[in-house]
């Protein structure tokens, strides 16, 4: 499946006709400084109905994969996305060494 996007305004406005299908948890700050174990029952985040103010600053490419799982599977019950970014980080923080090396590599990997 191939993505395209060039016009951010419909594709937001497009989201939003999905907000009764995907609910949203967006991590604070505040709870990187520990690293989640399973189960942690204690952790909470509450989970928000998709609005439009959360949209802009959401991850697109997550928002893109819901709305397209939710359009091959028309009755799924609604889906949870969770965020826990940093806003203008570097992609090469988030993934390991091993894994970059692999994806700018001309192997396959196994």
């Known amino acids: 499946m191939k993505f395209e996007v060039f016009n951010s305004t419909y594709e937001m406005e497009t989201a939003l006709s999905y907000k009764d299908k995907i609910r949203i948890a967006q991590l604070a700050p505040d709870t990187w400084d520990t690293e989640l174990d399973e189960p942690r029952l204690e952790y909470q985040q509450p989970w928000s109905e998709l609005r439009a103010e959360i949209i802009p600053e959401f991850s697109a490419l997550c928002m893109l994969y819901a709305e397209r799982l939710l359009d091959q599977v028309p009755d799924h ?17 988030w993934v390991s060494k091993r894994v970059f090396d692999i994806c700018n590599s001309t192997q396959s990997p196994e």
């Open 77 to 93: 019950p609604p889906i949870g996305l969770i965020q826990a970014t940093y806003a203008d980080s570097n992609i090469e923080a």
